[in-house]
């Protein structure tokens, strides 16, 4: 059981946020979710461009929603630099990231443990640095943590993914093995994908990025690089079994999906469905249903445009043949860390995606029912931080960090 602390009044933030629109009432309680024709979505700005319009009903700019919850932001730790990713640890603590390629334990209490001894070099240039960390499916039993991570490379630097046994004392991890190098290496600091999510198969799902430069969008769609994939792995980093381009010849056998951009977000929810978080460039985020050996468009598809204003050269908001998006938005959010809500402590946000912002500054809440986005709520906007991880505790809260040179750790739990 997780302990618990008198906090000191100045750390506790009450907070009933969200945004809504035309009164009414989904199944879950969520006021506001009513015919997408008879509401105001969240966002009203105008989109990146407008005359790319949606493929189905619903895809974009749904109804606001409000859960009508009643929370405390507790502020758990203060002093991170730039922590990158949170993983909520059995009988209390965390374990988290920092960009410049620290990993250490905050205790429950909000103590910040050192430097965990036996983490690899990264290179911290640009987008890159200590990134997602997840703990094996039998850590009680193993105590083994996987971490993905920008490793610096002869000749530039790419994704990759350890392990380690982390040591009883919090303090250092053994046997220390670089499970899998994504190829090709690359010369620049950007687009490093990296969410690490354990499916219910017990393998390792890896998103990538296509490392943002023009010169390598279109690997996005070639088989023979990881650049824009999803990738499955087994706990050793070997190719899963019944990946669906094993065998074939010049594909790598790692590959789940293709055809992405820079992932960023990924959670599999209570049905042991994989979704994934892209950032778009300018405009065209999105939210992806990822399934087996399907190509998801990038660069060929996208609702986004370049960052001059100029549409994308050859690329088009739909196109036969391709997956579009669940749920996209434009502008952009910026998604970073991604949790579905199963726990006790919000019954009335149980089942909901809550999405990291970055650029948004913001916690999203998006209600999906059958493989549709059907409301949106937005969470924390008054606190303008940058939110880059959201994990669900043991104790049914939600743990977030925030993206700053001074990041903190946030506990948000019910209004006591």
């Known amino acids: 059981m997780r302990a618990t602390r008198i906090l000191p009044a100045a750390l506790i933030l009450s907070s009933v946020l969200g945004a809504g629109c035309t009164p009414g009432s989904d199944a879950s309680g969520d006021t506001g979710a009513g015919d997408q024709g008879t509401c105001d979505p969240l966002e009203s700005r105008r989109p990146e461009e407008p005359d790319y319009k949606p493929t189905f009903e619903g895809q974009t700019r749904v109804c606001g929603v409000r859960s009508n919850v009643a929370f ?166 070997s190719p899963a079994p019944g990946n669906p381009f094993a065998g074939q010849a010049g594909a790598l056998p790692e590959i789940w999906s293709y055809g992405h951009r820079n992932v960023q977000g990924a959670a599999f929810d209570p049905q042991g469905r994989y979704w994934t978080l892209e950032h778009g460039p300018r405009g065209g985020d999105e939210l992806n249903l990822v399934e087996r050996g399907k190509n998801y468009g990038w660069p060929l598809v996208t609702y986004g445009i370049e960052y001059s204003g100029a549409r994308m050269q050859g690329a088009v908001p739909n196109r036969a043949g391709f997956e579009p998006p669940v749920y996209y938005w434009s502008p952009i959010i910026a998604p970073s860390g991604a949790q579905f809500y199963t726990g006790d402590a919000f019954p009335a946000w149980r089942g909901s995606l809550f999405v990291a912002g970055l650029a948004s500054m913001r916690l999203v809440r998006l209600v999906i029912q059958n493989n549709r986005v059907t409301g949106e709520e937005h969470l924390l906007v008054d606190r303008k931080r940058r939110i880059r991880d959201v994990r669900q505790g043991p104790d049914g809260a939600l743990y977030v960090v925030t993206d700053n040179p001074k990041g903190e750790l946030w506990r948000i739990a019910p209004r006591r």
Do not use: C
């Open 72 to 237: 405390d932001v507790v502020v758990v730790a203060r002093g991170l630099q730039q922590p990158w990713a949170v993983e909520p640890l059995p009988g209390g603590g965390f374990l988290v990231t920092e960009k410049p390629g620290r990993m250490r334990v905050v205790s429950a209490a909000g103590l910040l443990g050192p430097p965990i001894v036996g983490v690899p070099a990264v290179d911290s240039r640009g987008q890159g640095g200590l990134l997602d960390v997840a703990l094996s499916p039998g850590f009680d039993a193993d105590r083994t943590v996987y971490w993905s991570f920008t490793e610096p490379r002869e000749g530039g630097n790419g994704t990759s993914v350890a392990r380690g046994v982390l040591a009883a004392d919090g303090t250092r991890l053994d046997q220390v093995r670089v499970i899998l190098r994504t190829r090709p290496t690359y010369t620049n600091n950007a687009h490093f994908g990296s969410r690490l999510a354990f499916g219910p198969d017990g393998m390792l799902y890896v998103t990538m990025g296509e490392r943002s430069d023009r010169a390598t969008r279109g690997q996005a769609q070639q088989l023979d690089s990881h650049f824009g994939k999803t990738l499955r792995i087994q706990t050793d980093g």
